[in-house]
């Protein structure tokens, strides 16, 4: 798809690959439209990529301001083309120190702090993918890019409510990308793993470092996104891990199995139905 006039709306468009990905697409031609709670870094970055191109402050939990914002698009450019619905948060606050402390006490003392990821990772991607929908049927080349994880594929027994959070989100795409695809918008998920971008805790990245993995640039990320809204099908899972490796594709519903690549059959117990 040519990029080139495309509305396109990215949540967490402030930092990180949200920012990154903004900067991809406006080179690209697209009118960007960054949505944040970071005012500030998005002020920044509207700055930096001019007009058309700008900063809205959209907290994604709040459904008030996200039926606003889709109506103040559509009003200005009759629709959107591509929504990336990528705000997200750790459980542990970006730079504070993790290893070490107990997960299971840490969510018991702060289920509040649970509930605030579950909202914001899952929640505000469900409502911007169902706010989203009417600003993009008939739009030739519509398409939703969800933000999961490598940590939605896999158990990701450092950060419970993350991993509940992205995994629930390729469960939403492997039910919503065919009837999405039904109303002309493609849906598909990213999953990336590891990008320099400051969400995690400080030691994770001192951890990751020593046991010999680095991490993927913020515009690798924005580069899977650019391919995916040229090249992804509904229903499929991109997978960025690596800049080295360049962008792995899956369809659902058989990505945990082809990534983990289990071998041999499953374990079958014989079902004795009840008598009498
Ligand atoms: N960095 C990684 O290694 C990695 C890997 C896999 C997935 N992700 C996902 O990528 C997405 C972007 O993260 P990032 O790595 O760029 O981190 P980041 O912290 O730099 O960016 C996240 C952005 O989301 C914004 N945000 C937080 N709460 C919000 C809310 N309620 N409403 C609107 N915006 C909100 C933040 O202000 C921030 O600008 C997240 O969903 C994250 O889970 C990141």
């Given at each position: 798809m040519n990029l080139k006039g495309k509305i396109a709306l990215i949540t967490g468009g402030a930092?990180?690959?949200?920012?990154a990905t903004a900067r991809r697409l406006a080179r690209a031609g697209a009118i960007v439209w960054a949505a944040d709670v970071d005012d500030a870094g998005g002020r920044e970055l509207e700055k930096a990529l001019g007009a058309p191109h700008r900063y809205v402050h959209l907290d994604v939990t709040d459904e008030a301001a996200w039926g606003a914002l889709v109506a103040d698009m559509k009003a200005l450019h009759g629709g959107i083309d591509i929504a990336f619905l990528n705000?997200?948060?750790m459980f542990r606050p970006r730079g504070a120190p993790a290893l070490g402390d107990d997960l299971v006490e840490l969510v018991t003392k702060d289920f509040n702090r649970y509930r605030q990821v579950m909202a914001i990772n899952t929640d505000g991607v469900l409502l911007g993918?169902?706010?989203c929908l009417p600003a993009m049927e008939g739009r030739a080349g519509a398409h939703i890019v969800v933000?999961?994880?490598?940590?939605?594929l896999r158990a990701h027994p450092w950060d419970l409510?993350?991993?509940m959070s992205k995994r629930a989100l390729l469960s939403m795409l492997e039910t919503f990308a065919p009837l999405y695809e039904k109303r002309g918008v493609t849906m598909t998920a990213i999953c990336p793993a590891g990008v320099d971008s400051g969400i995690s805790p400080a030691?994770?990245?001192q951890r990751r470092i020593a046991s010999g993995q680095d991490y993927a640039s913020t515009d690798f990320a924005a580069a899977a996104v650019e391919t995916m809204l040229q090249e992804g099908k509904p229903g499929e899972v991109w997978m960025a891990r690596h800049q080295d490796h360049g962008f792995w594709v899956y369809p659902l519903p058989a990505v945990p199995a082809q990534v983990d690549a289990m071998p041999g059959k499953p374990k079958i117990f014989p079902y004795v139905p009840m008598q009498g």
């Open positions: 930092k990180g690959i949200g920012a705000a997200g948060i993918a169902l706010r933000m999961s994880s490598d940590s939605g409510a993350y991993g030691d994770f990245k």
